[in-house]
């Protein structure tokens, strides 16, 4: 008999390998409930062998298990055997165990693709949402723009009307200013006359008390 009876497995004859891929296209049928029974059933029995039949075997249950990464691993770690320089390995299992490795290294890149294609998938979903958000930004940034144009705009006209006043005012000042320093200028002209009659008035009064003195 070629394995411990599982549910719905049957024996079958030929040589080791013929009947390890037998056991491996059987297990392709069996239920969730059933695989998880038989792959209880292919650790323990493997525990207690350690032959290369239940290695195998238990690497096949591995396989097709649906909890892929951990059993695939556990699965691979099995196979190392069969590809070190330890100890010589019977060549129909070797040729086996490289047959269950490609296997699962098919599996395992096929699962990495679908996860990266998840993850691009969703990568793009954020994209999309990144360009939603951003093209509604710009919207905003642009009334903010056309409507800061305006305050602008209405803050430079206000400045320019300013400045034209001040301007003005500073040309009044500027007038004024001329007006005050010619008035400054006539009033010392004006001053100098004054003096300049007391002066005379002075001169006249002196000689006038010399010619009163003479009489």
């Known amino acids: 008999q070629f394995m411990s009876q599982g549910p719905g497995i049957e024996a079958t004859e030929g040589t080791e390998v013929e009947r ?26 493997f525990a207690y062998s350690r032959s290369h039949t239940d ?43 490289t047959l269950l490795w490609q296997v699962l290294r098919h599996k395992e890149q096929r699962l990495a693709y679908a996860e990266l294609n998840d993850k691009l998938h969703e990568a793009l979903l954020q994209q999309e949402k ?3 958000a951003r093209q509604s930004m710009y919207q905003k940034l642009q009334e903010d723009l056309g409507n ?8 430079q006209k206000q400045l320019q009307d300013a400045i034209h006043a001040k301007e003005h005012q500073l ?45």
Do not use: W
Not at 25 to 40: F, H, I
Not at 189 to 208: G, R, V
């Open 171 to 215: 040309a009044l000042q500027r007038q004024l200013h001329k007006k005050l320093q010619d008035e400054k200028r006539n009033v010392r002209k004006l001053q100098e006359k004054i003096e300049q009659i007391q002066d005379i008035e002075k001169s006249l009064m002196e000689k006038e008390r010399t010619n009163n003195k003479g009489t």
């Open 55 to 97: 290695r195998l075997r238990l690497v096949c249950v591995l396989s097709l298990s649906d909890v892929f990464t951990a059993d695939t691993a556990q699965a691979l770690a099995l196979l190392q055997v069969y590809f070190g320089d330890q100890e010589p390995q019977p060549g129909p299992m070797r040729t086996l165990a």
């Open 148 to 155: 800061q144009k305006v305050l602008t705009n209405a803050m």
């Open 20 to 45: 390890l891929l037998g056991y491996y296209a059987v297990l392709r049928g069996l239920s969730a409930e059933e695989m998880q029974a038989e792959r209880a059933q292919q650790e323990q029995a």
């Open 130 to 132: 990144s360009l939603v």
